[in-house]
């Protein structure tokens, strides 16, 4: 008999069929109480679970007792209760490589299209409001030449350094938990604490896991440090970011703009602030 799995996320379907080929597969919708519920005997029986998105908790856990192994298909797995799966000694397994230029390559859009106001005047022609030769209330900012700041010199931040030292002549300032020699010969980056970042740079991209010591490690008092024309941009963790002193710093003008792909909540509230301001560039966890 082929060992039980549950797969809580689409697949396509010639990895599904790759996947049936060695387990008896149990598709379910999420991992919800009322799911795990529902499906108690399927759940009793399963050996594996795959899927994203969702919370691995000590409360699902304890509907697992024979699990051995849970997959995430995500680079993060700061929604996995480590010490729940290590007390059990179930085997936890992500996939870091996978999105690696791909993240870079969103973080590289919402440094352009923040800059340059792609999203905000593209409404605008839309809307029918080009009628004349435009003027300086339509321009944008440059990005070839302007320092960028990246706080997390991990595979995503290395990427993202090529495509800004190569693509666009920028300087490089970076933080990170130790010198990166790789970033600083290949791309000419400059290590520095993260108040000199903040203070120097044209654009700070934030590529930090969620962890106890990252949670809201940006607030008001970072923001406060940056300079009145930066830019702001995250792609690693919404919670990383203290929202509202995000929302209360792009109200009052401390930063310029934001590029937003993740947030502490999502999917994002159609009433958060950030969807009212023209220089937010909000999209919805596309970086995966």
């Avoid at 030769?133 to 440059?142: E, F, K, M």
Wanted: aromatic share 6%; with cysteine; glycine share 6%.
């Amino acid at each position: 008999m082929k060992p039980s799995v549950i797969l809580y996320k689409a697949l396509p379907d010639d990895l599904l069929q790759r996947l049936q080929e060695h387990f008896t597969v149990h598709q379910v919708a999420n991992l919800s109480p009322q799911t795990v519920e529902q499906n108690a005997a399927i759940f009793a029986e399963a050996e594996g679970l795959l899927g994203s998105n969702e919370n691995v908790n000590a409360a699902l856990l304890e509907k697992m007792p024979k699990l051995r192994a849970t997959s995430t298909i995500s680079v993060g797995y700061d929604n996995f209760d480590v010490d729940a799966l290590t007390a059990r000694k179930i085997l936890l397994m992500h996939t870091p490589t996978v999105l690696t230029e791909t993240v870079a390559d969103t973080l590289m859009a919402l440094v352009l299209s923040t800059a340059r106001r792609v999203v905000e005047v593209a409404e605008r022609v839309k809307a029918g409001e080009w009628t004349a030769s435009i003027g300086p209330d339509w321009y944008g900012t440059d990005v070839h030449h302007k320092t960028l700041g990246i706080v997390g010199m991990g595979r995503i931040g290395m990427a993202l350094a090529q495509r800004a030292h190569f693509g666009f002549n920028m300087p490089i300032l970076y933080n990170a938990r130790r010198h990166h020699k790789e970033a600083e010969e290949r791309f000419n980056a400059r290590y520095c604490d993260l108040d000199t970042l903040l203070q120097e740079s044209d654009f700070v991209c934030l590529i930090l896991p969620l962890t106890d010591e990252t949670h809201h490690l940006f607030g008001a008092e970072q923001f406060a440090k940056m300079k009145s024309s930066a830019i702001f941009i995250n792609a690693g963790r919404g919670p990383v970011v203290d929202e509202n002193a995000l929302i209360a710093a792009l109200q009052k003008g401390e930063i310029h703009a934001a590029g937003l792909d993740v947030f502490e909540q999502e999917p994002l509230s159609v009433d958060s602030p950030l969807l009212s301001m023209a220089n937010v560039v909000a999209v919805p966890h596309i970086g995966s």
